[in-house]
């Protein structure tokens, strides 16, 4: 049958990305992958499970295994508000909506608020996942320029002038491609913007509880409440194969937004949700998360000392005091897709940077910028750090042989 003729407009944009197809090498049990996103197995509470799912069984019996409201499970959210508070969210449980992992709340954002020809501003690079759950309702991309201290907020403000920007994403503690974390600063006039503009911010905020050095930064939510969606998950510190996310919106998006998902999954698993209830009220994620951030930290190291110790010059990298993720950006020529291959030959895989960017024109603020191919992403959280020493290296060899040939052509 010819499935081709069947396509809806929206589905030939779902192309399956290039990035799969290096996660798929990547996985091949002969590659060192840094390439991939995935929390270390080391970190998932298995020794709790058995007594979590007792007291779940005790507690709600058959609910557990029940339909149950699309808003998420009652304990849960109940059990999240402390945990929110602590991080600088104050909400209440009527705002806090459960999702099929955070991925699932861009989905629903994309059905709510974006129509085709809309436009999102997004910060160049920017995550993947938030481009493939939104690019299905037909929106055009903005980029907003970022640096080391995350978005530009001058950029921000030119983009939203230009006008016709739907909503803005944004993931701005250790962003997932490069690490970076939105200075204090930046955020007070982030949250300025969005009041002036009277714009929408989605404030994606996986891995602000991965901190190994530094203090913690309030997140945009707590400067622009009413202008804010605030997504985070708890694939990062209790289990991605859950699939539990947490959207705070105000009462009317979170209206729309359960609405909009009651026709795609109903709700995210109740077991799950059960389970996290009692991992998050039984105080085991406030317990168990320094050993996390302790098994990570010798990973970041190792991975910023071998770059120091082996990188050529004129090569820089984001020093992250969070996440899971290192940018390293190249000298002028370097091409991040050859060197991608180079590696590849000796074992190692990262994803070259060029993914991450939005395709946006140039006159709607965007176009690759000039740097972009000579960057790539590397993750430190899934590998030992002499396996992480070892990649660098590897990854290092191939970039001076690479800037050796560029240098005599
Ligand atoms: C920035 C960002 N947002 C969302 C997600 C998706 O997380 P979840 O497992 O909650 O769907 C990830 C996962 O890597 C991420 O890096």
């Known amino acids: 049958m010819d499935f081709h003729r069947l396509l809806a407009d929206r589905t030939e ?3 399956a990305s290039a990035i799969r197809e290096i996660l798929k090498v990547a996985s091949q049990p002969e590659v060192v992958s840094l390439a991939g996103g995935l929390p270390a197995a080391e970190s998932f509470p298995l020794d709790l499970l058995p007594g979590l799912l007792d007291a779940v069984v005790r507690k709600y019996g058959a609910a557990s295994l029940q339909y149950d409201a699309s808003e998420g499970f009652m304990p849960l959210r109940e059990a999240l508000l402390p945990h929110l508070a602590a991080r600088g969210v104050t909400t209440t449980v009527d705002q806090v909506l459960i999702t099929s992992g955070s991925q699932g709340a861009l989905d629903g954002i ?6 085709p020809g809309d436009i999102v501003a997004v910060e160049a690079p920017t995550y993947l996942g938030a481009l493939q759950a939104f690019t299905p309702y037909q929106p055009r991309y903005a980029q907003v320029e970022a640096d080391d201290d995350g978005l530009v907020p001058a950029s921000l403000d030119a983009v939203l002038s230009a006008g016709g920007v739907k909503l803005i994403y944004a993931v701005p503690t250790f962003q997932n491609p490069t690490g970076r974390t939105l200075s204090i600063e930046r955020r007070h006039r982030v949250a300025e913007i969005l009041r002036r503009h009277d714009a929408l911010l989605v404030e994606d905020d996986p891995y602000s509880d991965l901190r190994y050095v530094g203090e913690r930064v309030p997140p945009i939510h707590s400067l622009a409440p009413d202008h804010v969606i605030y997504l985070t998950t708890l694939s990062k510190t209790f289990s991605p194969g859950l699939r539990l996310g947490v959207c705070v919106a105000s009462p009317e998006a979170f209206r729309w937004l359960v609405i909009a998902r009651q026709g795609v999954d109903l709700h995210t698993g109740t077991l799950g949700q059960a389970l996290a209830s009692e991992y998050l ?11 996390i951030v302790e098994f990570y930290r010798p990973r970041r190291e190792a991975m910023l000392t071998t770059l120091e110790r082996t990188m050529p010059e004129g090569v820089r990298w984001t020093q992250p005091e969070g996440g899971m993720f290192i940018w390293v950006t190249g000298p002028a020529g370097l ?6 291959e180079a590696t590849l030959a000796r074992g190692v895989a990262f994803v070259p940077g060029r993914h991450f960017y939005a395709d946006a024109p140039p006159h709607d603020g965007g176009g690759l910028p000039a740097d972009a191919t000579s960057t790539f992403r590397m993750n430190f959280t ?6 992480i020493e070892r990649a660098v290296e590897v990854i290092a060899e191939a970039m001076h042989e690479a800037l050796r040939a560029q240098a005599s052509s």
Not at 110 to 115: H, Y
Not at 281 to 291: K, Q
Not at 335 to 340: G, I, K, N, V
Not at 382 to 387: D, L, M, Q, R, T
């Open 335 to 340: 091409d991040a897709d050859r060197l991608y």
């Open 13 to 15: 944009r779902m192309e």
């Open 382 to 387: 899934a590998a030992e750090p002499a396996v």
């Open 110 to 115: 994309g059905k709510t608020f974006l129509s």
């Open 281 to 291: 009220a039984g105080g085991y994620l406030d317990e168990r998360l320094p050993g």
